[in-house]
């Protein structure tokens, strides 16, 4: 399936444009052929691959599978948890972002000379071994817990969703995509590097963020299709409709749009669509977002892909056969969500089966109350999770972000639509939400920032004041991260150990601190087991915390944390 990303493409067409300069596909081509030959000499194993820039990224997959590799993608870029999957893996490719492994950007651009590009541009591509069987990838999602949960992918899982996806949407040579999204992310992978190099389009290398980078991003490189997810389009709807002029297409995915967004983006001008599907599953269905000419009314049910049968079981449960699916998984394959099929073929999406749950013996939807958050005047997003509770076996926990709010005002608002019981005690006002790179919610950083859970690692303060602080940490047996990390011998992962001990106590001494910028110097000496006592210390420099998590006298890990000016 290899030929499928190159097919019948000019080795000087463009398929890169931004960052540090335009490339074609003879340099990608050339390029992965040098990263091919950097890989350290292992018979199999991972390469894990996390880059910024999507041109290196792209040479760093192609340059992986013609060495005959499976790539690793982590679900963020923190530094902790690059070092937890990189220890794991025979080989690292970035650009930057580490002090081990190979940085792509320096060695690319000194692997070959200008004047030898003549020569390698008449040279036949190299033979991409993709048969369909081949595993390629393996996509590490963040599940509840802190654990990665590996998700592996099939040149014809992969390759053949890709392919279908650049069909379905249309996708042309003259087509330039820009994403808001990671390459890392297997919605990224797809949408902003395979679809492309399969279609002849061209990727933009950079990922802005936020609304004037992402409008100064479409007119440098007359973008025409924006890949996104929900939580960055409520920023972007926000643009005046002249900033999207050329672009003719915005997909959005990782989540489902809501009404008011919806309602935003349909005046910007482009068809919005949006694609329902999981790691696990693949693209599942698409739908329209805006009601734009030629597409079904916006808020309509979902259209399956070509190629995948949805059905609805038990509960609604849904059940999928679809070509993106493991080949060893029963068909119809029981996924973890529910739906109500429609009339015309289509079906209506009614959130997760464990969506639902049960408080005091009432029953209540955390979406349908995120819903009626969102409802409420001023508010412009909103969370809710639930956790273990004595009293009820389950308690709500509710963020709401926008100005002015009153958290009594919006507890009263829910009161008027759902029992008292589920209701959350309280509604907790942020400036934003925490989200992974991928839009998605950071579950357990909004359980720190509404007062932890069950699973908490209690804190005893020791000495202290002002700048510094110290704290006694028991690490308790029972803990759930330990579970599957790994087995014979549980380790704390270097992501909870950061968001769940250092950045949790940080924020209750100093709540003035804002979202976590950056993360320096950061190192991982010695496995944290459980029933140890760690001590943790604090070190303020304004916007700056250093920390040391040690058990007697060893350090097990240290490093430094830049944060923004307000609350997270």
């Known amino acids: 399936m290899g030929e499928e990303l190159f097919a019948g493409a000019a080795r000087d067409r463009i398929v890169g444009v931004g960052g540090p300069g335009s490339r074609t596909l003879g340099d990608l081509l050339r390029d992965a052929a040098v990263v091919a030959r950097a890989l350290p000499a292992a018979a199999g194993g991972e390469v894990l691959l996390c880059c910024e820039d999507r041109y290196f990224f792209a040479a760093g997959l192609v340059g992986a599978w013609s060495a005959g590799r499976l790539v690793a993608l982590p679900p963020n870029a923190q530094p902790g948890t690059m070092r937890l999957l990189a220890a794991r893996a025979s080989g690292f490719l970035h650009d930057g972002a580490a002090s081990e492994g190979i940085d792509l950007s320096t060695l690319l651009d000194r692997a070959v000379a200008p004047a030898s590009l003549e020569n390698f541009a008449a040279a036949p ?8 069987a081949r595993h390629l990838v393996t996509v590490y999602t963040s599940g509840s817990t802190g654990q990665h949960q590996p998700c592996r992918k099939t040149a014809a899982q992969l390759l053949g969703e890709a392919a279908l996806q650049a069909r379905t949407f249309q996708i042309v040579p003259d087509d330039c995509i820009l994403a808001t999204v990671p390459a890392h992310h297997l919605y990224g992978l797809l949408f902003s590097v395979l679809v492309p190099l399969i279609a002849g389009a061209r990727f933009v290398r950079t990922t802005p963020l936020h609304g004037e980078a992402v409008a100064a991003a479409i007119r440098a490189h007359r973008a025409s299709v924006l890949v996104s997810v929900p939580a960055h389009l409520r920023s972007l709807a926000l643009l005046d409709a002249a900033e ?6 915005l997909v959005s995915s990782a989540g489902a749009l809501d009404a008011a967004t919806r309602e935003r983006i349909a005046h910007l001008g482009p068809d919005a669509c949006e694609i329902f599907g999981s790691s696990e599953t ?52 029981p996924c973890a969500d529910r739906i109500a099929l429609l009339q015309d073929g289509t079906f209506e999406h009614r959130g997760r089966l464990d969506d639902v749950i049960k408080i005091g013996g009432k029953r209540v939807s955390l979406s349908e109350v995120e819903l009626r958050l ?109 579970r599957g990390h790994f087995e014979g ?71 430094t944390l830049l944060l923004g000016v307000g609350p997270a």
């Not at 049968?309 to 029963?330: I, K, N, T, Y």
């Not at 110097?521 to 944290?528: C, E, G, M, Q, S």
């Open 282 to 333: 693949g693209g599942i269905a698409t739908r329209a977002a805006n009601g734009s000419p030629g597409r079904a009314r916006a808020g309509a049910g979902w259209t399956p892909l070509p190629g995948v049968r949805v059905e609805a079981g038990e509960g609604g449960q849904l059940l999928l056969d679809s070509p993106f699916l493991e080949a060893d998984l029963p068909r119809p394959h």
């Open 244 to 249: 999207f002029r050329g672009v003719r297409l």
């Open 489 to 559: 011998a549980p380790v704390l992962a270097g992501v909870v150990q950061l968001e769940l001990i250092v950045v949790a106590q940080l924020r209750r001494v100093w709540p003035e601190l804002g979202a976590v910028l950056r993360v320096t110097r950061l190192k991982f000496r010695k496995p944290i087991r459980p029933e140890q006592t760690l001590v943790l210390e604090l070190t303020r420099d304004g916007a700056s915390v250093s920390f040391a998590l040690s058990r007697g006298d060893q350090v097990c890990s240290s490093g």
């Open 374 to 482: 969102r409802e409420q005047l001023g508010v412009t997003d909103a969370a809710v999770i639930a956790v273990p509770s004595e009293r009820h076996g389950a308690e709500l926990r509710a963020a709401a972000v926008g100005e002015d709010l009153d958290p009594a005002a919006l507890r009263e608002a829910l009161l008027g639509h759902f029992d008292a019981t589920v209701v959350p005690r309280r509604v907790h006002v942020l400036a934003r939400l925490p989200l992974q790179e991928n839009g998605k919610l950071a579950r357990a950083r909004l359980l720190a920032l509404t007062g932890g859970g069950a699973y908490d690692l209690p804190a005893r303060p020791l000495d202290g004041e002002g700048d510094r602080r110290r704290f006694e940490i028991p690490v308790r047996a029972d803990l759930p991260w330990f």
């Open 125 to 132: 591509p190299p033979l991409l071994d993709l048969a369909p």
